[in-house]
């Protein structure tokens, strides 16, 4: 088969990918892996809001969480207490979380480095010692049980297989988001903003007010993640939303790369994953995911072409693929 | 009145508490401008070091300590060296250093969680049950001890880094690394220096914290590292008399919160005032503002 | 090259997951009779509570090893199978899943806290297993889920915990300190019932402190010294305790006494609380020292499975769960179904470490009031 152009090659390794994952849910695998899908996407979701932030916009937060939380409690609490629709909760959900990051971005973007991390980090515990605390709104640490499934088209959205598509409408949508704003002019600024403060301000980028907003969007999108988290699992309690679940998603975002969309998917998708194929080495698994991180970490820094395997191995791969290319196509393949 | 001096006394003594662990992580994260993640659990390294010393190879107090110290001091140049050197030479962003800490602190709880177990263990303590009286209130001896060794700690560091060459070598790797390098200085050789001095104070920190509450475990890095990271952070980074101010500062909040408020929402306290703070002086109390050059 | 590689190692991924769990679809059902009998056991083994795993696992296996050297069941034998839950809700829940979706499991026996519980409690209920609670309490789990079965509960602990301070130790003015989860929480919710329900009782105060926090608890503690309490009542974690009773120390609290509801109960907690200790009591549902046989026999048997561990209040739950199993198999249940009925059929459990009366799958039992004098456990004297 004649490997054509790049283009076309990817556009349709991409259909590919995106049947399977559209059937996924019909291919019989268990109901486990299915759930472990679900959290896929509800991870994936929340790396790529904390990549608006710490990813496009170069600010870090270890409080992401804190907006995952409120998004859940939102939405379990408007559908409990007040018997809302599914779609309305999540909405709102994602209001309230929203308008929290932009209260918290409000006083936060004015610092930055440790001061911003710190701050943020802070900001996390409040809002967990205030879930812990509010006991006549939260139930507090007995957490709140019985959060009703979503009803769509009179159908009830309980099992792994039916939630799938739940969970992966709104991440796709939220990624197409994250697509368009990188490409557009605000996310330009964004990443000005990132690259360097004092050059952006210099052209004109009103760099506060452009932190602010990312922030807000931000936690907005965290709240859709906690609001499909809490319809999923049926009850939540403060725990999950602490600072590990912070660091968590930072990792993902960190060792997907600032700002890569794909990265961040693939990284989402390891980490989510990794704990469960550790499962086998049970008293170690921890250990192991630490060691991996870290690794994880080194390797993307060190700089492989030092090690001079690495770089003949590539090379070889390298004139592999070209070879395949020349051999196939004319001119416009021949200079990979 | 009497409940009053007593919380006094009792935010005092949480106050040096937070601050011996406080100024070894102003230190670092000054000259680093790194937030070390892995600096709590080398303080619950440092002070395990301390019991499995005393208790299973039964050391005396003194050796075990001073060898605690230094075993956790070259952990942490082990630490720097393996997890954050290859990061820093090769110009990551710094999120990729914190997230590599993060990993440093995971694997060394859960190495501790293989050695020691989850429960938490008894530690021996100086000067068991001994306390001196002001009226109604009782100090006891650790806590009159650990306010001298902060006290101690706190001018050691400043005159070693105002008057010391390692200590002006540091300063000027904090000020400007590249700068630095050009002057000759082996930055290598001052961040290994920098982590073994942190490393070393927070084993410290973690032996005489354990001490104090006669008990260690390996969550007591977490539940310490949270508040002394806000206290350093608020008195302003790399000011080690801030590390102090800010440590007693959210020390005070948190007592008195707990004593005429709530008990419940102590913590709370301490974030609320570490962020109005920072609102009001986004350097920190005493940390002076870094001019950012083009 | 990096964006193939990244896309080779999620397919690579999602295969290894789906390679891995796959298998469990092709389990075949126990229909034949002379394969085990599978219950699930999932509990914490790594992470803070991981303690707390270990006296489950150790517990409820010297039950399997006991019928299992007397024949098994109609010649089958039980396995036992631990997996970790982390302590974590959404760890337990995805577990919980992943059990139920192995045919091979027909009971489970866990999880720890009330929160990972809560968390699983709708899957295991959605399957129709059969889920022993060997230690959460909260009120609401035998509501989410009908196929819940609880070992202890809140409001009987409470109430046994309240009449030992009032009755036994004879105190009118009480102070209730406590961990702020469920538990603590709920406990302060029936103790103010309880409270006002006996005219002569006074609840003094009442504080709670979060779990994570700093050791301090001298704010706490002087607030209680100036309501005068007379007895101190306490519901947290046993590290916590200890740390109370050794900063109490230091504040005087002359005749006042401590008291707590069976999480204190074991040789770890006199080793931190040291001289601090004296006098304290609890309220626990097994004591080890009980000249009852029973107790005696699981002491014994307990002492040996752990290398020398005093059997406390959860390894005895643990235990009582699988011996319920077990009674429930002897019934001849092989199937998730059928434990469930058989053990419906059960009014009153009498164990081999306790005796409880079920109404609804939550249990009613006796609790034994013990103290530490002369720095070991003892049967209270008042």
């Given at each position: 088969?004649?490997?054509?152009?790049?283009?076309i090659?990817?556009?349709?390794?991409?259909?590919?990918?995106?049947?399977?994952?559209?059937?996924?849910p019909?291919?019989?695998?268990?109901?486990f892996v299915m759930?472990l899908a679900?959290?896929?996407?509800?991870?994936?979701l929340l790396?790529?809001?904390?990549?608006?932030t710490s990813?496009v916009?170069?600010?870090?937060?270890?409080?992401?969480?804190?907006?995952?939380?409120?998004?859940?409690?939102v939405?379990?609490?408007?559908?409990?207490?007040?018997?809302?629709?599914?779609?309305?909760?999540?909405a709102l959900?994602?209001?309230?979380?929203?308008?929290?990051g932009?209260?918290?971005?409000?006083?936060a973007?004015?610092?930055?480095?440790?001061?911003?991390?710190i701050?943020t980090?802070g900001?996390?515990?409040i809002?967990?010692?205030v879930?812990?605390?509010?006991?006549?709104?939260?139930r507090?640490?007995?957490?709140?049980?019985?959060?009703?499934s979503?009803?769509?088209?009179g159908?009830?959205?309980?099992?792994?297989?039916s939630?799938?598509?739940?969970?992966?409408?709104f991440c796709v949508?939220?990624?197409l988001l994250?697509?368009?704003?990188?490409?557009s002019r605000?996310?330009?600024?964004?990443?000005?903003?990132?690259?360097?403060?004092?050059?952006?301000?210099?052209m004109?980028?009103?760099?506060?007010?452009?932190?602010?907003?990312?922030?807000?969007?931000s936690?907005?999108?965290?709240?859709?993640a906690g609001?499909?988290?809490?319809?999923?699992?049926?009850?939540?309690?403060?725990?999950?939303?602490?600072?590990?679940?912070?660091?968590?998603?930072?990792?993902?975002?960190?060792?997907?790369?600032l700002?890569?969309?794909?990265?961040?998917?693939?990284?989402?998708?390891?980490?989510?994953?990794?704990?469960?194929?550790?499962?086998?080495?049970?008293?170690?698994?921890?250990?192991?995911?630490?060691?991996?991180?870290v690794?994880?970490?080194?390797?993307?820094?060190?700089?492989?072409?030092r090690y001079?395997?690495?770089?003949?191995?590539q090379?070889?791969?390298?004139?592999?693929?070209?070879?395949?290319?020349?051999?196939?196509?004319?001119?416009?393949?021949?200079?990979? | 009145?009497q409940?009053?001096t007593q919380?006094?006394?009792?935010?005092?003594?949480?106050?040096?508490?937070?601050?011996?662990?406080?100024?070894?992580?102003?230190?670092?994260?000054g000259?680093?401008?790194?937030?070390?993640?892995?600096?709590?659990?080398?303080?619950?390294?440092?002070?395990?070091?301390?019991y499995?010393?005393t208790?299973?190879?039964?050391?005396?107090?003194l050796?075990?300590?001073?060898?605690?110290?230094l075993?956790?001091g070259?952990?942490?140049?082990?630490?720097?060296?393996?997890?954050?050197r290859?990061?820093?030479?090769?110009?990551?962003?710094?999120f990729?250093s914190l997230i590599?800490?993060?990993?440093?602190?995971?694997?060394?709880?859960?190495?501790?969680?293989l050695?020691?177990?989850?429960?938490?263990?008894?530690?021996?303590?100086?000067?068991?049950?001994?306390?001196?009286s002001?009226?109604e209130?009782?100090?006891s001896?650790?806590?009159i001890?650990?306010?001298?060794?902060?006290?101690?700690?706190?001018?050691?560091?400043?005159?070693?880094?105002?008057?010391?060459?390692?200590?002006?070598?540091?300063?000027?790797t904090?000020?400007?690394?590249?700068?630095?390098?050009?002057?000759?200085?082996?930055?290598?050789?001052?961040?290994?220096?920098?982590?073994?001095?942190g490393?070393?104070?927070?084993?410290?920190?973690?032996?005489?914290v354990?001490?104090?509450?006669?008990?260690?475990?390996?969550?007591?890095?977490?539940s310490?590292?949270?508040?002394?990271?806000?206290a350093?952070?608020?008195?302003g980074?790399g000011?080690?008399?801030g590390?102090v101010?800010?440590?007693?500062i959210i020390a005070?909040?948190?007592?008195?919160?707990?004593?005429?408020i709530n008990?419940?929402?102590r913590?709370l306290?301490a974030?609320v005032?570490?962020?109005?703070?920072?609102?009001?002086?986004?350097?920190?109390l005493?940390?002076?503002?870094?001019q950012?050059?083009? | 090259m990096?964006k193939?590689l990244?896309?080779?190692?999620c397919?690579?991924?999602?295969v290894?997951i789906?390679a891995?769990?796959g298998?469990?679809q092709?389990?075949?059902s126990t229909?034949q009779?002379n394969?085990?009998?599978?219950?699930?056991?999932?509990?914490p083994?790594?992470g803070?509570?991981?303690?707390?795993?270990?006296?489950?696992?150790?517990?409820?296996?010297i039950?399997?090893?006991e019928?299992?050297a007397?024949?098994?069941?109609?010649?089958?034998?039980?396995?036992?199978?631990?997996?970790?839950?982390?302590g974590?809700v959404?760890?337990?829940?995805?577990?919980?899943?992943?059990?139920?979706?192995?045919?091979?499991?027909?009971?489970?026996?866990?999880?720890f806290a009330?929160?990972?519980?809560?968390?699983?409690?709708?899957?295991?209920?959605?399957?129709?297993?059969?889920?022993?609670?060997p230690a959460?309490?909260?009120m609401?789990?035998?509501k989410?889920?009908?196929y819940?079965?609880?070992?202890?509960?809140?409001?009987d602990?409470m109430?046994?915990?309240?009449?030992?301070?009032?009755d036994?130790?004879?105190?009118?003015?009480?102070?209730y300190?406590?961990?702020?989860?469920?538990?603590?929480?709920?406990?302060?919710?029936?103790l103010?019932?309880?409270v006002e329900?006996?005219e002569?009782i006074?609840l003094v105060?009442?504080?709670?402190?979060n779990?994570?926090?700093?050791?301090?608890?001298?704010?706490?503690?002087?607030k209680?010294?100036?309501?005068?309490?007379?007895?101190?009542?306490?519901s947290?974690?046993y590290k916590d305790?200890a740390?109370?009773?050794?900063?109490?120390?230091?504040?005087?609290?002359?005749?006042t006494?401590?008291?707590n509801?069976?999480?204190?109960?074991?040789?770890?907690?006199?080793?931190?609380?040291?001289d601090?200790?004296?006098?304290?009591?609890?309220?626990t549902?097994?004591?080890?020292?009980?000249?009852?046989?029973?107790v005696?026999?699981?002491?014994q048997?307990?002492?040996e499975a752990?290398?020398g561990?005093?059997a406390?209040?959860?390894?005895?739950?643990?235990?009582?769960?699988?011996?319920?199993?077990?009674?429930?198999?002897e019934?001849?249940a092989t199937t998730?179904?059928?434990?469930?009925?058989?053990?419906l059929?059960?009014?009153?459990?009498?164990?081999?470490?306790?005796?409880s009366?079920?109404t609804?799958?939550v249990p009613e039992?006796e609790?034994?009031?013990?103290?530490?004098?002369?720095?070991?456990?003892?049967?209270?004297?008042y």
């Amino acid at each position: 088969m004649k490997i054509k152009s790049n283009r076309i090659f990817r556009k349709l390794l991409f259909c590919i990918m995106a049947c399977v994952l559209i059937s996924l849910p019909l291919l019989g695998l268990s109901n486990f892996v299915m759930r472990l899908a679900v959290f896929v996407w509800i991870y994936i979701l929340l790396a790529t809001s904390l990549n608006f932030t710490s990813g496009v916009a170069g600010q870090v937060s270890l409080g992401h969480a804190a907006f995952f939380g409120i998004g859940a409690y939102v939405s379990a609490l408007l559908s409990l207490k007040l018997e809302l629709h599914f779609l309305i909760c999540l909405a709102l959900a994602a209001a309230a979380a929203g308008v929290s990051g932009w209260l918290v971005a409000l006083p936060a973007m004015r610092l930055s480095g440790g001061y911003l991390a710190i701050v943020t980090l802070g900001f996390g515990q409040i809002v967990y010692i205030v879930l812990l605390n509010w006991i006549d709104l939260t139930r507090g640490p007995m957490g709140l049980v019985g959060i009703p499934s979503p009803v769509l088209f009179g159908i009830e959205f309980r099992k792994p297989q039916s939630y799938y598509y739940i969970a992966l409408f709104f991440c796709v949508a939220v990624l197409l988001l994250f697509k368009n704003y990188i490409g557009s002019r605000a996310g330009r600024n964004l990443m000005a903003i990132r690259d360097d403060e004092t050059a952006a301000a210099a052209m004109g980028v009103d760099i506060y007010k452009e932190k602010v907003k990312a922030f807000a969007i931000s936690s907005a999108i965290a709240g859709i993640a906690g609001s499909l988290y809490a319809h999923f699992m049926l009850f939540i309690d403060p725990s999950k939303f602490v600072g590990d679940e912070s660091t968590a998603i930072l990792s993902m975002v960190v060792l997907g790369g600032l700002g890569s969309m794909k990265g961040s998917i693939a990284a989402a998708l390891v980490l989510t994953a990794l704990p469960e194929l550790l499962r086998g080495f049970s008293r170690y698994r921890m250990l192991i995911y630490g060691i991996l991180l870290v690794a994880m970490m080194i390797t993307k820094a060190v700089d492989w072409s030092r090690y001079s395997w690495y770089d003949r191995m590539q090379q070889w791969i390298q004139r592999v693929v070209q070879a395949i290319n020349r051999k196939k196509g004319g001119w416009k393949n021949g200079a990979a | 009145m009497q409940f009053f001096t007593q919380q006094v006394v009792s935010a005092i003594a949480l106050g040096s508490v937070y601050a011996l662990t406080a100024i070894g992580y102003s230190m670092v994260f000054g000259v680093l401008e790194l937030i070390n993640f892995s600096h709590a659990s080398v303080f619950m390294v440092g002070a395990f070091l301390y019991y499995i010393l005393t208790n299973i190879a039964a050391l005396p107090g003194l050796p075990a300590f001073l060898l605690s110290v230094l075993i956790t001091g070259f952990l942490g140049v082990a630490v720097e060296k393996i997890t954050l050197r290859p990061l820093r030479l090769n110009n990551q962003p710094k999120f990729a250093s914190l997230i590599s800490t993060i990993g440093t602190s995971i694997i060394l709880q859960n190495i501790m969680f293989l050695l020691m177990g989850s429960e938490t263990l008894p530690y021996q303590t100086l000067f068991p049950g001994q306390s001196i009286s002001l009226g109604e209130t009782r100090i006891s001896y650790m806590q009159i001890v650990i306010v001298a060794v902060s006290t101690m700690l706190l001018v050691s560091l400043s005159l070693f880094i105002k008057k010391s060459r390692a200590g002006m070598a540091m300063r000027a790797t904090a000020q400007n690394y590249d700068a630095a390098e050009l002057m000759g200085i082996s930055v290598d050789s001052v961040i290994s220096l920098t982590f073994f001095i942190g490393s070393a104070i927070a084993a410290i920190s973690g032996i005489f914290v354990c001490m104090n509450y006669q008990s260690v475990d390996i969550t007591i890095g977490t539940s310490f590292g949270l508040k002394t990271f806000a206290a350093t952070v608020l008195g302003g980074i790399g000011n080690l008399g801030g590390a102090v101010l800010g440590s007693l500062i959210i020390a005070f909040a948190e007592v008195f919160t707990a004593a005429y408020i709530n008990t419940s929402i102590r913590d709370l306290a301490a974030f609320v005032v570490l962020v109005i703070v920072l609102l009001v002086r986004p350097n920190g109390l005493l940390g002076k503002p870094v001019q950012k050059k083009v | 090259m990096k964006k193939a590689l990244s896309v080779l190692l999620c397919v690579v991924l999602v295969v290894a997951i789906c390679a891995m769990s796959g298998c469990a679809q092709q389990e075949e059902s126990t229909q034949q009779t002379n394969d085990p009998l599978y219950v699930a056991m999932a509990v914490p083994v790594t992470g803070n509570q991981a303690m707390y795993g270990e006296y489950f696992s150790t517990a409820a296996q010297i039950k399997v090893d006991e019928v299992n050297a007397a024949g098994g069941i109609n010649g089958r034998q039980i396995v036992l199978e631990v997996f970790d839950d982390r302590g974590d809700v959404a760890e337990a829940s995805n577990l919980a899943q992943k059990i139920c979706d192995d045919e091979k499991y027909i009971a489970v026996i866990g999880g720890f806290a009330s929160t990972s519980v809560l968390a699983s409690a709708p899957i295991y209920g959605e399957n129709g297993m059969p889920q022993m609670v060997p230690a959460a309490s909260h009120m609401d789990i035998t509501k989410v889920s009908d196929y819940t079965w609880l070992q202890a509960s809140v409001a009987d602990e409470m109430r046994n915990f309240f009449n030992m301070v009032v009755d036994g130790i004879g105190s009118k003015k009480i102070a209730y300190i406590y961990l702020n989860n469920d538990s603590g929480l709920s406990g302060l919710e029936l103790l103010q019932g309880f409270v006002e329900g006996r005219e002569d009782i006074e609840l003094v105060a009442a504080e709670s402190f979060n779990e994570g926090q700093v050791s301090d608890f001298t704010p706490l503690l002087s607030k209680l010294k100036q309501a005068e309490p007379e007895t101190i009542m306490i519901s947290a974690q046993y590290k916590d305790i200890a740390n109370i009773l050794k900063q109490a120390q230091q504040m005087d609290f002359g005749d006042t006494t401590f008291a707590n509801l069976g999480t204190c109960y074991s040789d770890e907690f006199l080793t931190l609380a040291g001289d601090a200790a004296e006098g304290f009591y609890v309220s626990t549902l097994y004591f080890a020292d009980n000249p009852d046989e029973g107790v005696q026999e699981f002491s014994q048997l307990f002492y040996e499975a752990s290398d020398g561990k005093t059997a406390n209040q959860f390894a005895s739950q643990a235990y009582e769960c699988m011996s319920m199993l077990v009674y429930a198999f002897e019934q001849g249940a092989t199937t998730r179904e059928e434990v469930q009925q058989a053990l419906l059929g059960i009014s009153e459990w009498d164990g081999l470490t306790c005796t409880s009366k079920y109404t609804d799958r939550v249990p009613e039992k006796e609790g034994v009031p013990i103290m530490v004098k002369d720095g070991k456990w003892a049967l209270a004297e008042y």
